[in-house]
């Protein structure tokens, strides 16, 4: 079993950064890949980034060049810098580990205009 536990989420103005960290109870080494969802009010959830073990980073088109995915392998820890934050981004972000595959319980980004 694998506890992940998002923090970094919070009330930023639109044009501003926040950072994002997932810390895995395991070495994220031996899961195959770490991912951020978002959900916002009423919507599905939707992928925004994944690293795989290999350091192989993706992300969704709307998101790439705003959104950067990184680890920290020592301190078990994904993050997710998401720089010039827009209304729309207001979702709790959820931390998703594939193989084997747990959720957290995610954190609140509200973005205001």
């Known amino acids: 079993q694998v506890q992940l536990v998002e923090s970094g989420g919070g009330l930023v103005q639109a044009g501003g950064s926040l950072r994002l960290s997932c810390v895995a109870s395991?070495?994220?080494?031996?899961?195959?890949?770490m991912s951020w969802f978002r959900q916002a009010p009423g919507k599905q959830r939707e992928f925004v980034a994944t690293?795989?073990?290999?350091?192989?980073?993706n992300y969704a088109v709307s998101m790439k060049g705003r959104f950067a995915i990184s680890r920290d392998v020592a301190k078990n820890t994904v993050y997710l810098q998401m720089n010039s934050l827009k209304p729309e981004d207001t979702a709790v972000y959820y931390c998703?580990?594939?193989?084997?595959?747990?959720w957290g319980q995610g954190t609140q980004v509200t973005v205001s205009s």
């Open positions: 690293i795989t073990n290999g350091g192989t980073t």
């Open positions: 998703k580990s594939f193989s084997p595959t747990y």
């Open positions: 395991k070495s994220i080494i031996s899961i195959a890949a």
